[in-house]
């Protein structure tokens, strides 16, 4: 069993920046980690996953160019860095990882995620 403990969430500005973390419980390499947001009303989102392997990064058109994921193995912990923040970035931000493996093709979905964080919430102001 993994537990995730996501932080960093907080209220900005518009065009602000926030660094969220997620924390596990045990060894994070050799697996798919990712971080999702769900924003009121809409269905959850897959916006950055990585293979911790071999750091093998994906990003949703959405976030590109603006958000950064990296991983610290020796800590267990995975960063989201956000900037240029914008009110359509508000949403709560969840961590996922599978137990074992690289991701799959329905990643964004949720797809072979099996560990979930409790999320953050991050509210950007225009």
Same mark, same amino acid.
């Given at each position: +069993? %993994? +537990?995730?403990?996501?932080?960093?969430?907080?209220?900005? +500005?518009?065009?602000? !920046?926030?660094?969220?973390? #997620?924390?596990?419980?045990?060894? !994070?390499?050799? @697996? $798919? %980690?990712? *971080? =999702? @947001? +769900?924003?009121?009303?809409?269905? @959850?989102?897959?916006?950055?996953?990585?293979?911790? @392997?071999?750091?093998?990064?994906?990003?949703?058109?959405?976030?590109?160019?603006? =958000? /950064?994921?990296?991983?610290?193995?020796?800590?267990?912990?995975?960063?989201?860095? %956000?900037?240029?923040?914008?009110?359509?970035?508000?949403?709560?931000?969840? $961590?996922? !990882?599978?137990? &074992?493996?690289? #991701?799959?093709?329905? &990643?964004?979905?949720?797809?072979? %995620?099996?560990? *979930?964080?409790?999320? /953050?919430?991050?509210?950007?102001?225009?």
């Amino acid at each position: +069993q %993994m +537990q995730l403990v996501e932080s960093g969430g907080a209220s900005v +500005q518009a065009a602000g !920046t926030l660094r969220l973390s #997620c924390a596990a419980s045990g060894d !994070t390499s050799s @697996r $798919c %980690m990712a *971080w =999702f @947001r +769900q924003a009121p009303g809409k269905e @959850r989102e897959g916006i950055v996953s990585i293979y911790t @392997r071999d750091g093998h990064t994906a990003y949703g058109d959405s976030v590109k160019g603006r =958000f /950064t994921l990296s991983q610290d193995n020796a800590k267990n912990t995975l960063y989201l860095q %956000m900037n240029s923040l914008q009110p359509e970035d508000t949403a709560v931000y969840y $961590c996922a !990882t599978r137990v &074992w493996g690289a #991701c799959s093709a329905s &990643w964004r979905a949720g797809g072979g %995620m099996h560990y *979930w964080g409790q999320g /953050t919430q991050v509210t950007v102001s225009s």
